[in-house]
């Protein structure tokens, strides 16, 4: 299996652009994960869907972040307007559920200036 | 989902044992522990995890005490290569609408020289 994949690895954009991030998970996982890593705040987590359905964005900070999973087989993140403060790194994971761990995929480091 | 203690970082030098205690007080009966690792550029990876007394892979251990207060990462003569952030993490053994909602503290830093 390929793991979690996750594109791009790398994103530079301007303040005010909408920036996508896109996680394939692995297949027969029922449940993805998306979180964000800084070094102010660590690893938090932002949203996370058990059978394609969104279960809990209490993490999502506002608005502007937005999460969908139209199949079993992929996911996005988006920002809309991105703003400066956005800037981290963003994973996403995938697991069988209780008792099962998370695997993570290598992430997208987003930059916007 | 109980809240996890852990030191934030350790030194140690290569062929020695590293342990790194979590503390968990408030452990459910159903919860297991699970550690991770996470090198600089990655994702976390999965180490370890348990429910009671000792559990032993090819990479660590884990102990975990009868009153599951608190559980001890066991990395046996560690090389620079483990050089990491080691998370522990108290998830629920039963499935409920929490079960997905995993945060990860700030880890352990463990550096490890020559």
């Known amino acids: 299996d390929a793991g979690v994949i996750q594109s791009p690895r790398h994103e530079v954009t301007e303040m005010g652009q909408e920036v996508t991030l896109r996680c394939k998970p692995i297949?027969?996982?029922?449940?993805l994960f998306w979180y964000r890593q800084t070094m102010m705040r660590g690893l938090e987590l932002l949203i996370y869907?058990?059978?394609?359905?969104?279960?809990?964005d209490s993490g999502m900070p506002e608005d502007r972040f937005s999460a969908k999973m139209p199949n079993a087989s992929f996911s996005t993140l988006k920002i809309q307007p991105s703003e400066p403060r956005d800037s981290a790194v963003y994973f996403c994971a995938s697991s069988l559920g209780t008792g099962s761990p998370l695997h993570f995929g290598n992430g997208t480091r987003l930059t916007v200036t | 989902l109980a809240k996890t203690t852990q030191p934030i970082s350790m030194d140690s030098y290569e062929g020695q044992e590293v342990n790194i205690t979590c503390s968990h007080n408030n452990i459910a009966t159903n919860d297991y522990i699970t550690w991770y690792q996470q090198f600089p550029s990655q994702g976390p990876r999965f180490i370890i995890q348990g429910y009671k007394t000792k559990v032993t892979n090819e990479v660590a251990s884990l102990f975990i005490p009868a009153d599951r207060k608190s559980s001890t990462l066991s990395l046996p003569r560690v090389s620079l290569s483990d050089t990491a952030v080691y998370y522990c993490?108290?998830?629920?053994?039963?499935?409920?609408?929490?079960?997905?909602?995993?945060?990860f503290g700030a880890g352990t830093q463990v550096v490890v020289t020559p």
């Open positions: 869907f058990n059978n394609n359905v969104p279960i809990d």
């Open positions: 297949s027969g996982h029922d449940y």
């Open positions: 993490l108290v998830a629920p053994g039963v499935t409920t609408d929490s079960w997905g909602k995993l945060q």
